[in-house]
């Protein structure tokens, strides 16, 4: 299972970035998928994923109103697109699958056993 992330890099506050994870069609049509941050001396955290049942979404309520999670199966790519970027969203953030993705399971309440490397995201003026 290969999960590779793109689109990180340096931001000013308030600005965007819109995050790419190249996954496999399989993990996306039957995995919970979603993206995870790390930032400087904090735990791992779930910022937002999609359910494999029923594509519902979760999101953490630090980005809800400005995180758009979404995925194209065509492609197959997960992505992030993240508006209004605060410095307190600084991190790296990595994307991950759960293979066993119960049915009818809240996505944030998953086993995520395969992860990307991450990618850096670094809010700054």
Not at 45 to 67: L, M
Not at 82 to 96: I, R
């Amino acid at each position: 299972v290969q999960l590779v992330e793109s689109g990180g890099g340096l931001v000013q506050p308030g600005g965007s970035l819109r995050l790419s994870c190249v996954a496999s069609k399989a993990i996306l049509d039957y995995y919970h998928i979603g993206w995870f941050r790390q930032a400087p001396g904090k735990d791992r955290e779930v910022v937002s994923c999609i359910a494999s049942s029923d594509s519902s979404t979760y999101y953490a309520d630090a980005v809800k109103g400005r995180f758009t999670i979404s995925r194209d199966n065509a492609k197959p790519t997960l992505y992030l697109q993240m508006n209004n970027l605060q410095t307190e969203d600084t991190g790296v953030y990595y994307c991950a699958a759960d293979p066993v993705a119960m049915y009818g399971q809240n996505c944030r309440e998953g086993t995520y056993e395969y992860w990307g490397q991450g990618t850096e995201i670094t809010v700054s003026s």
